[in-house]
DNA sequence: CACGGCCCGGTTGTAGACAATTACAAGCTA
DNA sequence: TAGCTTGTAATTGTCTACAACCGGGCCGTG
C-alpha cells in the first residue's frame, strides 16, 4: 500500500492537491462544509487545527480562513484560545430556522409568480412529474426526501430573482436544515401530502397568482414545521419542507 | 501637537494594540467594518493587504482573517489573486435589502407583540418620547434619523426573541443599511411621518396586536423604500425606516 | 501604426516557526 | 483529605519568509 500520490481514499477525505481555479481556503471551506453538513462530523467533534491540517493537505493559514467562513455560517463555534468545534444545532433552533423560512419563503414564492419565466416554471413542473414517478415506483424515497425536494424550494427560491433573499436562504439557512436532515436521517411520514402541496405551488405559479402561491408555500413550511414538532416530541425527528 | 501615544484622530484609524479580552483579528474586523459602514473607506476603494496591515499595526494572518468575515457580510468583494474593494451596494440591491426587511421585520413585530415583556414595551415607548422630544426641540435631527431610529427598529427585532432572526437583520443586513445612510448622508424629508408610523407600532404592540404589528410595521419599510425609490430617481438618496 | 507576446514589479496565497494563552495534573499546605 | 498553587504540555494566535499568480509596460512584428 506504498502510494506516490496521496489517492488512497482511506480517510473520507484526504486529498484535495489537484488544482482548478479557486484557491487551497476555498476548497478546504467545501470540503469542510460538506463534511459536516452530511454528517460526517458529527456536531460537538473538537477540531484541532493541527490535525485537520494535516489531514487535508494544508498548512494551518488556508485551514483557519475556511473555519473562520464556516463560523459565519454557523456550522462551527468557536472559542478564543479554546478550539473549535462543530455547531450542535438545537430543536429550538430549527423551529426558529422553520419560522424565519415561513416568511422568507412564502415571499420568494410570491416573487416567484411574478418573475420566474415559463419556462422555468415549465421546469419545475417537469421536475415535480419525476418527484412523482419516483414516488409511485417507491424507488429510492429517502434520495426524494434528501435532495429531491430541496431541488424544488432551491427553484423557488431563485426564481425569486432578488439575490438578497436567495443568498439568506441557499448561502445560510439552508445548510443547517440539510445538516439537520443528515443528522437525524429523516425521511418524511407524509410525502403523498408534501408532494401534493408541491403541486399546488407549481398551479399557483403557473396562474401567477403571487398571493396564493406565498400562502401555500407558508402553509406548507408551517405544516412540515409542525410534524417536526410533533414526532420530536416524541421520539426521532422528522422533516421535509 | 508633538503626541507620545498614538492618540492623534489624524488618520481614520491607527492603532489598536491596547488589549482587551478579544484577540487581534476581531479587533480589525471591528475596527474595518467600522470605517466601511461609517464611509471612512469609500466604496470600490482598493484594500492592499500589506498596506492595510501596516495600518492597522497587524500581521497580514489577522487581517486576512477579517477580510474573510467582512466578505461573507457582503462589505467586502474579494477577487481570487487579484484583490479586495470594499463593496459598492447599488440602488437595486438596497431596494432588494428593503423588500427582504418588509418581510423579515414585519415577522419581527409580530412575535415581538407576543414575546416581549411588558418592561421591553415601556422602555421602547419611553425611547419614542425622547424622539419626539428631539423632534420638537428641532435639535439635531440628523442624529434622530442615523442612530435614533435604528435603536427603534434593533429593539422590536430583538424582541422577537428569535435569535435566527435577529442574526440575519442586526448581524447581516443592517450593516448594509447603515453603510447606505452614511454614504448618502441622507436626511429624512419625512420625520413627522416616520414618527407617526413608530408610535402606532409601539401602540399595537402594547395591545399585543400581533397582526396590527406586522402590518403597520410592513407598511413602515415599504414606504421607506417607496422613498429612496422616488428620490433615488430624481437626484441624491433619502431614507428612513 | 496596430496588435500580440514577453518580461518584470507587485500583490496575493501558502507554509513554517515563534509567542501567548489555556487546561490539566501533580505537589504542597492547611 | 480538601483546596489552592504551580508547572508543564498542548493548542491556538501571530509573525516572517517564500512561492505563485496577475497586471502593466516594453519590444518586436505584421
Known amino acids: 500500500m506504498s502510494a506516490p500520490h496521496q489517492n488512497t481514499a482511506a480517510e473520507p477525505s484526504l486529498d484535495l492537491i489537484e488544482s482548478d ?8 471551506f ?3 462544509q460538506d463534511d459536516i453538513v452530511r454528517g460526517h462530523l458529527l456536531p460537538g467533534t473538537k477540531l484541532g487545527e493541527t490535525e485537520l491540517a494535516s489531514r487535508y493537505g494544508v498548512s494551518r493559514g488556508p485551514l483557519r480562513e475556511a473555519i473562520r467562513r464556516l463560523e459565519s455560517r454557523k456550522l462551527l463555534e468557536r472559542v478564543p484560545h479554546v478550539g473549535t468545534r462543530v455547531a450542535s444545532l438545537s430543536l429550538p433552533a430549527l423551529i426558529e430556522i422553520y419560522h424565519v423560512r415561513e416568511a422568507l419563503e412564502g415571499m420568494a414564492a410570491r416573487l416567484a409568480a411574478q418573475f420566474m419565466t415559463d419556462a422555468e416554471i415549465a421546469s419545475l413542473a417537469d421536475l415535480l412529474v419525476q418527484h412523482e414517478q419516483q ?14 425536494d430541496l431541488d424544488f424550494h432551491y427553484r423557488i427560491i431563485q426564481g425569486s430573482h432578488n439575490e438578497t433573499l436567495i443568498q439568506m436562504l441557499i448561502g445560510g439557512l439552508y445548510h443547517m436544515v440539510r445538516m439537520y436532515r443528515y443528522q437525524f436521517s429523516t425521511v418524511t411520514n407524509r410525502p403523498q401530502r408534501a408532494l401534493r402541496e408541491h403541486r ?42
Do not use: C, P
Not at 481555479?21 to 478546504?28: C, E, S
Not at 414516488?135 to 435532495?147: G, S, T, W
Not at 397568482?209 to 414538532?229: C, F, K, T, V
Open 21 to 28: 481555479g479557486r484557491t487551497l481556503a476555498d476548497r478546504v
Open 135 to 148: 414516488q409511485d415506483l417507491k424507488e429510492d424515497v429517502a434520495y426524494f426526501q434528501r435532495e429531491g
Open 200 to 241: 399546488g405551488i407549481v398551479e399557483a405559479l403557473e396562474a401567477r397568482d403571487g398571493e396564493m402561491a406565498e400562502l401555500l408555500m407558508r402553509r406548507h413550511i408551517s405544516r412540515a414545521r409542525q410534524n417536526i414538532e410533533q414526532q420530536t416530541t416524541q421520539s426521532a425527528g422528522t422533516a421535509d419542507g
Open 30 to 32: 467545501s470540503r469542510l
